[in-house]
């Protein structure tokens, strides 16, 4: 029987998400399966294309982005740790804006 060593509850979640790496640029779409406070299980991506540091913008509720490491990868799956939390507002605003521009300049 194997041990859970989680140290937060974590609820099924079944929600979109999209991958964000350093520069605010996306780098894919993905399906959040399941979320706690401390991390999530993260599906529907190229497992091998995602970096191990990266922004995950969660689309339900008001959770926002998070900034995430990678602790394990299947071929299918990737499990992450939220190292913390991007503040609202002012922050969040800047990642969209310059990634947006980025793209019009490359348009």
Known sequence: MRRD?????RVE???PGKIYDGNGDLLSQC???DLSNGGAK???VVVG?????FT??????????????VLWKNAT???IEFIDRVQRGHQRRSVLAEAEARRQVHA
């Open 5 to 9: 060593r989680r140290r937060n509850i």
């Open 13 to 15: 979640w079944h929600s």
């Open 31 to 33: 399906l959040i399966k």
């Open 42 to 44: 993260i599906t529907g």
């Open 49 to 53: 294309k995602i970096p191990n540091k």
């Open 56 to 69: 995950l913008r969660i689309a339900r509720g008001a959770i926002g982005l998070r900034k995430c490491h």
């Open 77 to 79: 799956t990737i499990g």
